[in-house]
């Protein structure tokens, strides 16, 4: 059974930094994309970020590039959001999510497993 559990989240201030980690179980998750994204009160889920099987590109949505940092730990079956000068409008539920593919999508339909998701509130 397939398990993705999120943490890391929680209440900062804008400017601060958080990590979010995601825990993979049930299966071996190194050849398999893994994506971030976060759904804030009122608003559809959106991409964060992602990173691709294998090979570990990563692509993220304009609004955190530069900003935020997708990595993973393969041994760990774990992958991480580095998240850096964070603002209000990052305020959301964040999720992680797998796909069965090694390639990178950026709608949330694509991906086959999700996490609970993890708080994170930015206040100013």
């Known amino acids: 059974q397939v398990q993705l559990v999120e943490s890391g989240g929680g209440l900062v201030q804008a400017g601060d930094s958080l990590r979010l980690s995601c825990a993979a179980s049930?299966?071996?998750?190194?050849?398999?994309?893994m994506g971030w994204f976060r759904q804030a009160p009122g608003k559809e889920r959106e991409f964060v970020g992602a990173?691709?099987?294998?090979?570990?590109?990563?692509r993220y949505a304009d609004s955190v590039k530069g900003r935020f940092t997708i990595s993973r730990d393969n041994a760990k079956n774990t992958v991480y959001l580095q998240m850096n000068s964070l603002r209000p409008e990052d305020t959301a539920i964040y999720y992680c999510?797998?796909?069965?593919?090694?390639?990178?999508?950026?709608?949330?339909?694509?991906?086959?497993?999700w996490g609970q998701g993890t708080q994170v509130t930015v206040s100013s």
């Open positions: 049930g299966r071996t998750f190194s050849g398999y994309a």
């Open positions: 999510a797998v796909r069965n593919s090694i390639f990178i999508r950026t709608i949330a339909p694509e991906y086959d497993y």
């Open positions: 990173i691709r099987g294998l090979a570990g590109d990563t």
